[in-house]
């Protein structure tokens, strides 16, 4: 059976998990053809861990030897990443969903031409019944994020607002807004509120909440969904990646599903 060729660019977290079950778990499906990342040294050690040596210099090499890209790099890049998929007529994956907040249009010109783009569930658990909801009408999309402060360190918004975030001692709400306004404020906790704005009613119309408390040892994910189908309540604890503990397991264990439900002929869920 012919194999999928597979490039993934980002060697870290998520992109060695992906790159080693590409070597294992998926391995009479899917040929791991190309690693790169900015940081030679990684794509290099992975590329020897994997026992394939498929590591490239270029970005532009990469596209050249894949069939389907997976983007787990940055949320920096994965926008221009599309892009250049969707010029060069190639099929992607994208971990980084935060870049692709509002892409409407990119994501479109991506239908016309019939290029997959795929956007693995990640962090959170309801994706596939916020699918279901928006064939009909949905009314509300609420997301409400409970991290430990380590995990939100650094963040403009909390710059902005003059938030001390280590002196927090009980359970505090530091964010509510509109899924654009949390990507701006938060731009590292970002791809949970943007896969809901694209599976769901946009990133205007879904509200985000961040609360945070010392006591919090993972982060968890509540998502609400109110339409005319009823009401969906969903909670996801995650455990902390042990390679990047800012991952959660589950994001890469996703994009791991995701291959195999394109290789895969059976098909489980919406
Ligand atoms: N969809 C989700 O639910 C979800 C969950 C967790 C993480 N993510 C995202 O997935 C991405 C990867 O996460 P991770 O935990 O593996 O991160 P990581 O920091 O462990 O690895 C990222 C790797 O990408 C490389 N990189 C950075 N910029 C690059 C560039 N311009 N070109 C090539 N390589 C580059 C880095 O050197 C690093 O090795 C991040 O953007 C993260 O925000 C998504």
Redesign the pocket.
């Known amino acids: 059976m012919k194999k999928l060729k597979v490039g993934i ?7 060695s998990e992906i790159a080693s079950a590409c070597a294992t778990l998926l391995k009479n499906n899917i040929e791991l053809v190309a690693l ?4 030679k040294e ?1 794509s290099e050690s992975l590329s020897r861990l994997v026992k394939k040596d498929v590591a490239t210099d270029s ?1 532009e090499a990469l596209f050249g030897k894949s069939e389907l890209i997976i983007e ?6 994965s926008r221009e990443v599309v892009k250049k998929a969707v010029e060069k007529s190639k099929d992607i994956m994208v ?4 870049g692709l907040i509002e892409s409407e249009n990119l994501l479109e010109e991506a239908r016309i031409k019939n290029i997959k783009v795929y956007f ?1 569930s ?2 959170i658990c309801g994706i596939d019944a916020l699918k279901s909801a928006k064939i009909s009408k949905i009314d509300k999309v609420t997301l409400t994020t409970k991290k430990p402060p380590k995990g939100l360190e650094g963040a403009p918004y909390l710059e902005e607002k003059n938030i001390d975030i280590n002196s927090i001692r009980d359970e505090k709400v530091i964010f509510k807004g509109n899924a654009l306004e949390a990507v701006k404020g938060f731009p ?1 906790n970002v ?2 509120a943007s ?1 809901l704005s694209l599976a769901g009613i946009g990133a205007k119309n879904t509200t985000v909440e961040i609360v945070t408390s010392p006591k919090f040892t993972k982060n968890t994910h509540e998502i609400e969904i109110v339409g005319d189908f009823g009401r969906i309540t969903t909670r996801t604890e995650n455990v902390p ?1 042990e ?2 503990p ?3 397991k589950l ?1 890469a264990l996703s994009a791991i599903a995701t291959l195999k439900g394109i290789v895969e002929g059976v098909k489980i869920g919406t």
Do not use: H, Q, W
């Open positions: 660019i980002g060697c870290g977290a998520i992109g790169y990342d900015i940081d990684k970005e787990a790099a940055s949320s920096r890049i971990m980084s969903v935060g693995p990640g962090a590292k791809n949970v896969l990646f390679k990047n800012k991952t959660s994001a």
